[in-house]
């Protein structure tokens, strides 16, 4: 078996989305040292589904004769295996069909003990692959049974079982449990991948008695995953650290629909440049694009009169644009994915501001995982998400290897979240439409609060958002409907990697659901509090930004939120308390002082730097959204010392880069993400 753990798998890969094949062995006796195989069984599982379309079978001749004894269990007999092909023969067809992917099992280091000896006796290479024990899982959850033997938990977990005893039958039973295990496994906070690993090695006990009888070491098999972020994440930084804006060509060149494909050549000739954009042919339509290649085809099609043709004939409509303030990878992403070499690029209010041709970004090409973005917009399930969001933890990784700004990778990882939650939107919005539950019945936003809304998020992200629609009360059939589809973006959200938030600052819940009139309301209650407690969870409000659905409306609710904070002495009072209210984690002489070895640079650090620069936005009426924007923007105001703020924003880079670096480290230790 030629298998490569650490050149393709991620430790921070949500089990839900793991690429996976189930195996198990048949074998003439249950001693690693002395049994053969006389058959393999494996399935593939992708995107949380089985695909029983894939599957390997095949019976082993062991070159011995089967034990009756062992016939017994699995049925094989001599005769069955008599014409079967050698190990070495089965090893190959297995290795190739296996691949790069983990190999989960049902006591698994049993089989892959097995199957090294194998391999050592027909004297092939042996890496072994990263794997994954089902029983080991089923023992970090504890259940109340007799025994964790595979027909036990299957119905413990009401699974039938049936051709037991097989190896293919026992492969698809595990995968089956596999899968029914995921959801009691994310609600012990075991998620990932490398999650799964930490847990399934807590039990010393089990391993002891594992390694006694000659069977195979998980930890070893783990540990050569480790480093494999590092090596999957070589990447151009470039394109996460600069925007569309910073590399697109303004301004933007139009024709009119009446111009001639003559006039349009003349344009880009004169210009040197290779498109121009079309105006829309009615007030309110699309624009659209022509391109030297849609000339030149126009001409070549024979035409007599091609070049006296109106633009409109040949024009492609509509547009493909990327925001303004977009990372150039979602631009190249998007050219990439959708074979365009042009692009448009609009500003936050829809007007096309420059072009973007693939000649543009030539220079800034990075590899394959620069397409993430658009991978999420494009996803369609909830295993899609969570398998593209794996692959940020590459890119993170990648970055902070070329020591980019821990900023701009927060801006990066943010970005993403805020893309995650609108494929989540647009995902549940097709489900219950599938379901009968028909279209949104009011206009709606979905807003990400906290610091994924100030950009400035890292891997150790929860859910904060909130909803604000048109009309309705609470209760209403279009509350309840919203409340609906905000309850799967939670749970597909959970599911992908990003946890519920603990405190419960979600749009399914009725209190960050509202209407425009209904947040109005709750602004106004906010504004006439009247003790700093009162106010807790409801400043990182302040910091929303709109991932879907209708902006103007989103726009208008923070609009009036800022402008009523801004105009309330005591709000602003109490607000202030709350940012000063910090407990430095500094002891006697300058020393630390640790919980179970760690300290919260969050709680202690960036969170005081973070809630003064949200004061002061409120103020002073700055919309900036991330802490560096508001602090730079506030000095410009303030006549206290410039070196304050500076400190303060150099403050919050270097805790940010702490925070992240232990965080990397954390994901291939499959210890839980913190601060």
């Given at each position: ?323 303004v303030d977009a990372f150039v990878y979602r631009a190249i992403g998007r050219m990439s994915r959708k074979r ?333 993400l913190s601060n």
């Amino acid at each position: 078996m030629t298998a490569h753990p650490a050149a393709e798998i991620s430790s921070a890969t949500p089990l839900i989305s793991l690429s996976a094949v189930f195996l198990d062995t048949e074998t003439t006796g249950l001693d690693v040292n002395n049994a053969r195989v006389v058959q393999v069984g494996a399935v593939r599982v992708a995107k949380g589904a089985i695909a029983t379309s894939a599957s390997f079978d095949q019976l082993v001749n062991p070159g011995e004769p089967i034990p009756p004894e062992s016939t017994a269990i699995h049925g094989l007999s001599d005769a069955d295996v008599s014409e079967a092909a050698d190990f070495a023969t089965v090893a190959m067809q297995l290795s190739d069909w296996i691949g790069h992917a983990v190999v989960i099992g049902y006591s698994i280091g049993f089989d892959i003990a097995i199957l090294q000896r194998e391999h050592m006796r027909a004297g092939l290479v042996w890496t072994p692959p990263r794997t994954l024990d089902v029983r080991h899982l089923v023992r970090v959850l504890a259940p109340p049974l007799p025994d964790h033997a595979l027909d036990t938990v299957a119905g413990w977990l009401n699974i039938e079982a049936s051709d037991r005893h097989r190896a293919l039958g026992d492969a698809l039973l595990t995968a089956k449990v596999f899968l029914a295990l995921l959801p009691q496994l994310r609600d012990r906070g075991i998620r990932t991948l490398a999650e799964a690993e930490r847990a399934s090695r807590s039990s010393t006990s089990q391993a002891m008695t594992e390694a006694e009888a000659g069977w195979h070491d998980a930890v070893q098999t783990a540990k050569q995953a480790q480093g494999s972020l590092a090596a999957m994440a070589r990447i151009d930084s470039y394109p996460y650290r600069h925007r569309v804006g910073d590399v697109m060509r303004t301004p933007a060149l139009f024709a009119a629909c009446d111009d001639t494909v003559q006039d349009v050549l003349n344009t880009l000739m004169r210009e040197k440049v290779s498109s121009l954009f079309v105006r829309p042919a009615t007030h309110g339509g699309p624009s659209g694009i022509i391109t030297e290649r849609d000339v030149l085809r126009a001409i070549e099609a024979g035409s007599a009169d091609a070049l006296q043709l109106p633009v409109s004939d040949i024009a492609i409509r509509p547009l493909e644009t990327v925001p303004v303030d977009a990372f150039v990878y979602r631009a190249i992403g998007r050219m990439s994915r959708k074979r365009y070499r042009h692009l448009g690029v609009h500003d936050a209010a829809g007007k096309i501001v420059g072009a973007l041709s693939a000649r543009d970004l030539l220079k800034q090409r990075a590899q394959d995982a620069i397409s993430l973005g658009d991978e999420i917009s494009e996803a369609e399930t909830p295993h899609d998400l969570g398998a593209v969001w794996a692959r940020l933890t590459l890119v993170a990784q990648g970055l902070a290897s070329e020591q980019v700004d821990a900023r701009d990778i927060a801006a990066v990882i943010s970005r993403e979240l805020c893309a995650l939650t609108r494929g989540a939107c647009r995902i549940a919005e097709k489900e219950m439409a599938s379901e009968g539950h028909g279209e949104p019945p009011v206009d709606y936003a979905m807003l990400v609060l906290g610091s994924g809304g100030r950009g400035e998020s890292l891997l150790a992200m929860d859910q904060d958002n909130a909803i604000v629609y048109s009309h309705g009360d609470p209760d209403s059939d279009q509350d309840k409907w919203l409340e609906n589809l905000a309850t799967r973006v939670a749970d597909m959200l959970h599911a992908a990697g990003v946890p519920y938030c603990k405190g419960g600052v979600m749009a399914k819940n009725a209190e960050w659901r509202m209407s425009i009139e209904g947040w109005k309301t709750v602004v106004s209650q906010w504004i006439s509090r009247r003790r700093p407690t009162d106010i807790l969870n409801t400043d990182i409000f302040f910091d929303a930004v709109d991932v879907y659905g209708d902006r103007e409306m989103a726009d208008a609710v923070l609009a009036t939120a800022f402008e009523a904070g801004k105009q309330s002495r005591q709000f602003l009072q109490l607000m202030s308390i709350n940012a000063a209210d910090v407990s430095t984690p500094l002891g006697w002489f300058g020393r630390f002082n640790l919980q179970d070895g760690r300290v919260d640079l969050k709680k202690g650090g960036i969170m005081p730097i973070f809630s003064a620069a949200r004061v002061l936005a409120i103020r002073n009426g700055i919309r900036a959204r991330s802490t560096p924007e508001r602090l730079l923007a506030a000095k410009a105001l303030s006549d206290l010392p410039g070196e304050l703020f500076e400190n303060l924003i150099e403050a919050h880079k270097v805790l940010l880069g702490a925070i992240l670096k232990q965080q990397l480290v954390d994901i291939e230790a499959g210890i839980p993400l913190s601060n």
